[in-house]
């Protein structure tokens, strides 16, 4: 019988190996392959226009270090997309607090819902260019006709140096947020009901029902959003690519940006991939411990 | 015996009559298309990419394309692409070594790039084949001396075949010029007395028009290319690609950056800092402009009856240069990829794109054909919105175009994004323009550049 039992096991164990071979034969080919092969450009001086490349070994890696515009561009990077994402969350959560409210009917609340998802579900460079034209622009966006006819001073993204990061950012947390209040939602509306009865019963204020019940029972959910929410505002790209050209000067210039001009407008194909290479290691770092946190317990 | 020999007769005639048929057809075949074969390579599949501008609508259009289709018994397949999108892909296919593309469009700006690595196939030898090319047919003697030579590399290879010569003219509003009795400005001082003059005017609300606008957004392929197409004409040197030298931070070069940004910032509409040509182009269409510098090439958008408000109204002129100053020709050209399969398939198709009755053709259509006889052709008149356009053009290919800029160098772009970055930052209010020029400098030194103060040869 335990015979039978053991081959069995190792059936299933084979099988399983064999259904999630493809899926890791493709995350090969596709990540780790084009990672080395990152890796090993960026040992070298390899110039598109002034072929063949030489090995440099890391002199890519410490002018990269010592180069104001590359600390600069990952400052700024790192800042925003922290700044961006805490405030996408708490934006976020309160907007799912209340629509998984059961005092807000659910036809109501799918409506709500599926209206603040549509920016979200728009392709981000049609979404920029509407940001940039017809909202920011000051003579072709109604933000500021509105301003104007308020007798409001005019917006305007390229005057002065934090016109820029504050358009972006404002643009980036009405777009993506709705990502966030949607995984939050569904949280918040799996915590049974019965348990906010009784902490009502209790005399529970709302503030101790969010910060008592709510935040920690989906702790890790909020980890898991934070998580992916960040890294996605770490490699922001279309958005400042289209709304400001990661200008004025390198105002709004991430790492994004900054290593798309490296690789395909002065075509310093090496260089890029130091620059692309240190962010992965830097971004690692930086969410390795909210993994731990989204750890179910 | 009578029938018979009647029979005879007509028999004849009828033959006589197919071969001069035959005869007449071939020679017309010959007068137009050269004495070349052009089904030598029938059957062959060429590949090209190309920008939209002069294809699918203006210039080599499906149709266009058929014809060269029968004519060759080729298939030829354009993929369009931006121009930022064709540098790239350009780029990455001649790296690969993969020779994807026979074909391709060059812009002038990209010649060095491709030809210092290798990657463009040299034409004379094509040009020299007999069973190629039909020399006394195709004319290169049809082209001004500065618009062929700028298909020749600085390693003395013909590496394109020219289909546009491009400059920058000014376009100005003729009836506001008109109704406030204003000249055309004929050069830098002109130009900015005139524009403090519609100011002026806009400002007690006597037009709507904002005086003058050009591109600040940073980029090689818009600010930056702007700044240094100024300079020619402005003729202040901003950097010598070749000996890696910056003379940024010399009296002319920081009086020049304080006129080009100061011209935007009094001048445009609000927010036109991060306008791109696309954003120019559609305000100027909405009336919001009275002058511009922008590309000859464009005048079609412009003066689109159906979606400008200023369609017709829009007179044209050389853009105002300084004593000695030019303006850096522009041109599109076809090449070869020196790895394509199908080389003398595509010198082919080269020919055909950039040969006479093609071009005198297309002309009327984009209007800035490389090739001197299409300015006169009747029909190509007729299409042109003014001859005062077509006189302007005449006039720069001759005596107003550069056609060696020291713009167009394999080492253009870091420094131009650098200093267009640097005079966003200017027109935003975030530096002054001493700051920004001695910022710039400092950048270019760290990629390689010496001030011209610490020069020495």
């Keep these: ?24 034969i493709i995350i090969v080919v596709v990540g780790l392959i084009p990672l080395i092969y990152m890796f090993v450009l960026s040992l070298s001086d390899f110039n598109l226009i002034k072929p063949p490349a030489r090995f440099v070994g890391f002199f890519n890696y410490l002018h990269l270090l010592s180069n104001t515009r590359y600390i600069r561009a990952l400052t700024f990077t790192i800042v925003f997309a922290f700044a961006a994402t805490i405030l996408e969350l708490i934006y976020g959560f309160f907007v799912a607090y209340l629509l998984a409210d059961k005092e807000v009917s659910n036809s109501y609340s799918s409506v709500m819902r599926t209206l ?8 981000p460079v049609v979404i920029s260019y509407v940001f940039k034209t017809l909202i920011y622009d000051p003579t072709f966006g109604y933000l500021n006709y509105f301003l104007r006819v308020l007798h409001l001073p005019a917006f305007d993204v390229y005057q002065g140096s934090m016109s820029a990061p504050i358009g972006i950012f404002v643009m980036e947390v009405i777009l993506r947020t709705p990502f966030i209040m949607i995984i939050l939602y569904a949280g918040i509306s799996s915590i049974s009901p019965s348990i906010f009865d009784a902490a009502q019963i209790d005399g529970a204020s709302w503030f101790k029902q969010i910060s008592e019940i709510i935040i920690p029972v989906i702790r890790p959910i909020i980890a898991v959003a934070f998580v992916f929410r960040f890294m996605d505002v770490l490699k922001m790209f279309d958005e400042i690519y289209v709304v400001t050209h990661g200008g004025p000067g390198y105002v709004t210039e991430n790492l994004s940006i900054f290593v798309v001009k ?14 692309a290479f240190i962010f992965l290691v830097l971004v690692m770092l930086l969410i390795s411990p909210f993994l731990k946190m989204a750890k179910f317990e | 015996m009578k029938n018979v020999m009647r029979s005879a007769v007509v028999g004849k005639l009828i033959i006589c009559i197919l071969l001069a048929t035959l005869i007449t057809a071939t020679g017309a075949y010959a007068a137009d298309w050269g004495n070349i074969d ?17 294809v699918s609508d203006y210039g ?17 397949d354009i993929e369009l692409v931006s121009t930022d999108a064709l540098r790239q892909k350009l780029l990455v296919d001649f790296a690969a070594g993969r020779g994807e593309y026979d074909v391709s469009s060059v812009g002038f700006a990209s010649r060095e790039e491709y030809s210092i690595a290798g990657y463009l196939e040299p034409l004379q030898k094509y040009l020299d084949n007999s069973k190629l090319t039909d020399l006394s047919w195709y004319n290169l003697d049809d082209y001004t001396k500065p618009v062929f030579s700028s298909g020749i ?8 075949i020219p289909y546009t010569a491009e400059y920058f003219l000014l376009w ?36 709507t028009a904002y005086a003058y606008i050009d591109r600040v957004m940073p980029g090689p392929g818009e600010a930056g290319w702007s700044i240094f197409c100024h300079a020619n004409r402005y003729n202040v040197e901003l950097v010598d690609f070749e000996n890696m030298i910056s ?26 800092a991060n306008w791109g040509w696309g954003d120019i182009g559609v305000a100027y269409k909405q009336g919001m402009l009275a002058m511009a510098t922008a590309g000859n090439a464009s005048y079609r958008y412009i003066e689109d009856e159906e979606t400008s408000t200023v369609a017709g109204k829009i007179g044209y002129a050389p853009p105002p240069m300084n004593p000695g100053g030019k303006d850096p020709l522009w041109i599109w050209g076809w090449g070869i990829n020196a790895v394509s399969k199908a080389k003398e398939a595509a010198w082919l198709f080269i020919e055909w794109a950039t040969s006479p009755p093609l071009v005198k053709e297309m002309g009327p259509d984009y209007g800035c054909p490389a090739r001197k006889s299409a300015y006169y052709d009747p029909l190509y008149l007729k299409a042109m919105p003014s001859q005062e356009f077509i006189n302007s053009q005449l006039w720069m290919m001759e005596f107003g175009v550069n056609s060696n800029p020291s713009v167009i160098h394999a080492g253009y772009s870091e420094p131009a994004d650098i200093i267009s970055k640097e005079m966003s930052m200017v027109v935003a209010g975030i530096k002054d323009v001493e700051q920004a020029a001695e910022d710039a400098e400092k950048a270019l030194v760290k990629i390689g550049y010496t001030p011209f103060q610490s020069y020495i040869p």
Aim: net charge positive; aromatic share 16%.
């Design chain 2, 60 to 76: 080599y259009t499906q149709e266009r394309l058929r014809d060269f289709e029968k004519l060759t018994g080729m298939k030829i």
């Design chain 1, 116 to 123: 603040i998802l549509l920016p979200f579900i728009v392709a």
């Design chain 2, 247 to 272: 003379y940024l931070t010399t009296p002319l070069a920081v009086e020049y950056f304080d006129y080009y940004t100061s011209m935007s910032k009094k001048y445009g509409p609000p927010g036109s």
């Design chain 2, 38 to 54: 052009w089904q030598q390579f029938a059957g062959t599949k060429l590949k090209a990419i190309n920008i939209p501008m002069v």
């Design chain 2, 172 to 207: 100005y509003r003729k009836d506001i010029f008109e109704n406030l009795g204003l000249g055309v400005p004929l050069d830098i001082i002109e130009l900015r007395k005139t524009a403090e003059k519609l100011d002026r005017v806009r400002k007690e609300g006597r037009i």
């Design chain 1, 262 to 275: 490296h690789a395909f407008e002065y075509f310093r194909m090496g260089y890029a991939a130091a620059a």
């Design chain 2, 153 to 160: 590399s600085s390693k003395a290879e013909l590496v394109f």
């Design chain 1, 1 to 24: 019988m335990s015979g039978s039992t053991s081959s069995w096991f190792k059936q299933e164990k084979r099988f399983l190996y064999l259904t999630i071979f493809p899926t890791v």
